[in-house]
């Protein structure tokens, strides 16, 4: 496999960074870049923010004065990307990701914060490259599986209890 170099930033401190945390980050961004059988170096930049700083991102980006879990700011479109010239690794783009929401989803949910942000890291991946649950419908179901797939290959299943009520949503 081509090199892939995911660069972590914790830029919060409301939720102190398990040890062990950023290689889950890195193994979860490799997985998915293996399942989507991408070709050639890469890079990642995985952002921890709180949920202060995401709220402020999302009303930016987005329009949605909230804070949200994670957010994906990709840096190509179908399939082309900018290049890092001094490493000639293709730039997929930004993972920011609200510790503070993952501690919260982790307990409402009923497992690991590491589960939970192996999950919202394999989430937004996909969203780098180029994957869309907005559209709903069958782009959604197919975006599942393979957050799922990602996370039974690191050995963090989902649990039953992770199926959201309909009014959640």
Request: aromatic share 6%; proline share 2%; hydrophobic share 40%.
């Amino acid at each position: 496999m081509e090199k892939i170099r995911v660069i972590i930033d914790n830029k919060q401190k409301a939720v102190k960074i398990p040890t062990g945390l950023r290689m889950l980050v890195r193994r979860c961004c490799n997985a998915v870049l293996k399942l989507e059988k991408f070709e050639g170096p890469a890079e990642i930049s995985v952002i921890f923010v709180d949920n202060e700083q995401i709220q402020k991102l999302n009303a930016q980006y987005r329009d949605k004065d909230a804070a949200t879990d994670v957010l994906s700011f990709p840096m190509g479109e179908n399939g082309v990307y900018d290049i890092n010239h001094a490493t000639g690794a293709k730039i997929l783009g930004d993972i920011v990701l609200s510790m503070e929401k993952a501690v919260e989803q982790a307990d409402r949910y009923g497992h690991s914060l590491e589960r939970e942000v192996g999950y919202l890291t394999a989430h937004s991946m996909l969203h780098l490259l180029g994957y869309d649950h907005e559209k709903g419908g069958i782009a959604r179901v197919r975006m599942r599986e393979k957050e799922e797939e990602v996370m039974m290959q690191l050995g963090l299943p989902s649990t039953a209890s992770y199926v959201l009520d309909e009014d959640e949503e």
